[in-house]
């Protein structure tokens, strides 16, 4: 079953940073909408950021308002990673990765799978989940 995979979480001071990947196998989630969500202990899962075909050679990307301008996105067909910086206590979190679809590369450009959410139930595919944890 396809599943994206994590990795990259870990234990960091505040105003340090991590990089998460998330992958899929082969050419599973060419040109899926892709997105990244935490959880911490006794919250919702939240949205952090995603990305989505454009309808160009490059990918739309967006952010949460808190994590603007510390984490950056970078996609590349079926893997996307998390650049985290500047990181803070109230990142501590379980990060997910998910995607809307499989093969999208291979679906009409009309599938909303294609494109970005910041909806969690718009994601199908999900990951284990890879715990970050930000000391004060």
């Known amino acids: 079953q396809e599943q994206p995979v994590e990795s990259g979480g870990g234990l960091v001071q505040a105003g340090g940073s991590l990089r998460l990947s998330c992958t899929g196998s082969g050419r599973t989630f060419s040109m899926c909408g892709m997105g990244w969500f935490r959880q911490a202990p006794g919250k919702e899962r939240e949205f952090v950021g995603a990305?989505?075909?454009?309808?160009?050679?490059?990918?739309d990307i967006d952010y949460a308002d808190s994590v603007k301008g510390r984490f950056t996105i970078s996609r590349d067909d079926d893997m996307m990673s998390l650049q985290m910086n500047d990181l803070k206590h109230e990142d501590t979190a379980v990060y997910f990765c998910?995607?809307?679809?499989?093969?999208?590369?291979?679906?009409?450009?009309?599938?909303?799978?294609?494109?970005?959410?910041?909806?969690?139930?718009?994601?199908?595919?999900w990951g284990q989940g890879t715990q970050v944890t930000v000391s004060l």
């Open positions: 990305s989505g075909w454009s309808g160009t050679r490059a990918y």
């Open positions: 998910a995607a809307r679809g499989t093969y999208c590369n291979m679906r009409s450009i009309y599938d909303n799978t294609r494109y970005l959410s910041k909806t969690a139930d718009d994601y199908a595919y």
